[in-house]
């Protein structure tokens, strides 16, 4: 099977499972996993952020920030199609109490001009507005990135209007490869990013939360809270700084594998449209069939893929899709 559901079920590379076997260890509730606190000072300084704080999940990480950012009552503001609306349980409600304005973005990406008059007015019926998030790349925009002069918008206004701004940056580092973009130039926008290690970078587990001191140190406490603290987890961070010397610049290749099966898609008969393909992901609305009942033929045919509505397939690339792989999809959707 060539698996294309995400591009979470990589398996860890030899040399990735070596450097976790050798990791030095120690109690990381503790502060002492030198492993874990050498990824948390190379992350906070890749992005020249002061501090970062190494956790179990892109969605812990998320709502971690949300919670420091927040009181109950609050209101958080984001796209539709945001991962930390869709796909965290209710994490909002059940772990911050705060509710949340939805934004109609163009295939996930908000706008400054639409965050502004989002803003609730300091009114005693209405929410406070407290936080502004994003999502780069948009997991349901089919991997779109924003434009960093629009960041710097919304950034501007969430200043302005004293709200602060967090970035789920789930595959932030497939969006600085496709743009040529810096983390430092996101360092310097957002007062809270999360970023994940288990999906481009193809790590078994983790994602990092980075901002400024007093918010990491607030941050530690909500991660004991939520049950997330981790001990001998040096493991897991050897991964991720592997990951970080070896599997960036690598992300064109499943860019440029995505691209060539999005190509493909255009001649087949079962695909209306297909949106604009820029990173890993390709999201494909179906024609004369369901997305489920596509999904089972193309299991049928040895690739297993998801269904994200019921007339929309994704396709994710990753690092154990090889180029043989990518020419066998492509034989295999241009003969349903």
Do not use: W
Not at 30 to 36: I, K, N, R, S, Y
Not at 228 to 243: D, N, P, S, T, V
């Amino acid at each position: 099977m060539i698996d294309l559901r995400s591009d979470t079920v990589t398996r860890p590379a030899p040399r990735m499972l070596q450097a976790m076997m050798t990791a030095t260890t120690g109690d990381d509730v503790f502060g002492e996993d030198p492993t874990v606190n050498e990824l948390e000072a190379r992350c906070a300084a890749l992005f020249d952020m002061e501090a970062a704080l190494f956790c179990s999940s892109g969605t812990q990480t998320n709502q971690i920030a949300i919670k420091c950012h927040t009181q109950p009552g609050d209101e958080v503001i984001c796209d539709a199609e945001a991962h930390i609306y869709q796909y965290e349980a209710g994490g909002i409600a059940f772990n911050s109490g705060a509710s949340v304005r939805l934004l109609q973005g163009d295939r996930g990406r908000i706008t400054a001009v639409q965050v502004a008059a989002a803003i609730n007015p300091d009114d005693i019926h209405k929410s406070a507005s407290k936080l502004v998030c994003i999502e780069n790349t948009s997991n349901r925009g089919g991997g779109s990135c924003y434009e960093i002069e629009e960041l710097k918008r919304i950034q501007g206004v969430c200043r302005e209007q004293g709200l602060s701004f967090h970035l789920d940056g789930a595959r932030l580092f497939n969006a600085l490869v496709a743009r040529n973009e810096t983390p430092e130039q996101y360092g310097r926008l957002f007062d809270s990013i999360s970023v994940c290690f288990s999906k481009g970078l193809g790590c078994p587990v983790g994602s990092m939360l980075l901002g400024s001191k007093p918010f990491i140190a607030r941050a530690r406490r909500f991660r004991k809270v939520f049950g997330g603290g981790m001990r001998q987890a040096g493991i897991l961070a050897a991964a991720g700084l592997y990951a970080l010397e070896h599997h960036i610049p690598r992300l064109q290749t499943d860019h440029a594998h995505a691209a060539a099966i999005a190509s493909a898609l255009r001649d087949c008969r079962f695909v209306e449209n297909i949106l604009p393909v820029e990173t890993n992901i390709i999201i494909f609305e179906t024609k004369d069939i369901a997305a489920a009942d596509l999904v089972a033929r193309l299991a049928a045919n040895g690739i297993r893929c998801n269904a994200v509505a019921p007339c929309r397939v994704r396709f994710v690339l990753h690092l154990d899709i090889t180029e043989t792989m990518v020419h066998q999809v492509i034989e295999k959707i241009s003969k349903l």
